[in-house]
């Protein structure tokens, strides 16, 4: 089976200052992991994927996120808050060479206080 | 591009009343997603659809609720009767075909059962 733990419902961070959210997972073999965003009344937008090599990601919106296999990490970070990054982010896991579909985190709504 | 299209954007029903939600995906997408997001919750999937065959639809529940992707393109969810658990925000998405992850997602129809 695969999961994903966001083990943070609320992260609030001052705008300029730089945030992380935390994601860890549980897969059988190497992971596929993703970060999705949403923001209110809008479907989900897709961040920014690792699926092998380089273990930070750079994505959209000045977003990264660092993969780490030993503790099964993938947290996503950008460097100075924005107050309009202030959403519901989402991170997602499938096993490479799976036929299983994407499993999401519960979410972490994310407040970028000005 | 145009976005992923759904219909309607809220729906209110008693329990044991019937529903369908409609879908229109990208254009060119061959591949269709329906997921169920409980409040609180991430995006589960309920049915994936490659072209106008189902792949998977393992977690449907398919007592009470089909999906059908007539000649590849738009899709509807339709939920006979419904349930006051089957509250929650139904989520379409599609995606260039099956291997790629990076989902497009509508803004969701939001459903209450009363």
Same mark, same amino acid.
């Given at each position: 089976a695969q999961s994903v733990a966001q083990p943070e419902d609320q992260v609030n961070v001052a705008e300029g200052n730089p945030l992380t959210v935390k994601c860890t997972y549980s897969v059988s073999g190497n992971p596929y992991l993703f970060w999705y965003v949403q923001y209110p009344n809008r479907g989900l937008q897709f961040l920014l994927k690792y699926i092998t090599g380089d273990n930070l990601v750079k994505g959209s919106y000045? $977003?990264?996120?660092? $993969?780490n296999k030993s503790q099964t990490s993938f947290h996503l970070k950008k460097p100075s808050a924005l107050v309009s990054d202030s959403a519901l982010y989402f991170c997602a896991v499938r096993a490479s060479g799976s036929a299983r579909q994407l499993t999401f985190g519960s979410g972490t709504q994310l407040t970028v206080l000005p | 591009e145009a976005g992923v299209a759904q219909s309607p954007r809220y729906k209110i029903i008693e329990k044991r009343q019937s529903v369908a939600f409609w879908c229109n995906p990208i254009s060119g997408h061959a591949t269709l997603y329906w997921y169920q997001q409980i &409040? +609180?919750? +991430?995006?589960? &999937? &309920?049915? /994936?659809? /490659? !072209? !106008? +065959? *189902? *792949?998977?639809?393992?977690q449907l529940p398919k007592d009470r609720f089909s999906a059908e992707r007539l000649k590849g393109v738009d899709s509807t969810l339709k939920i006979q009767p419904a349930k006051l658990e089957d509250s929650a925000v139904y989520l379409c998405a599609s995606s260039w075909d099956r291997g790629n992850e990076k989902l497009f997602f509508g803004s969701g129809t939001q459903l209450s059962v009363l």
């Open positions: 000045g $977003f990264e996120a660092e $993969f | &409040l +609180g919750q +991430g995006p589960k &999937l &309920l049915i /994936q659809f /490659q !072209n !106008n +065959g *189902v *792949v998977d639809d393992s």
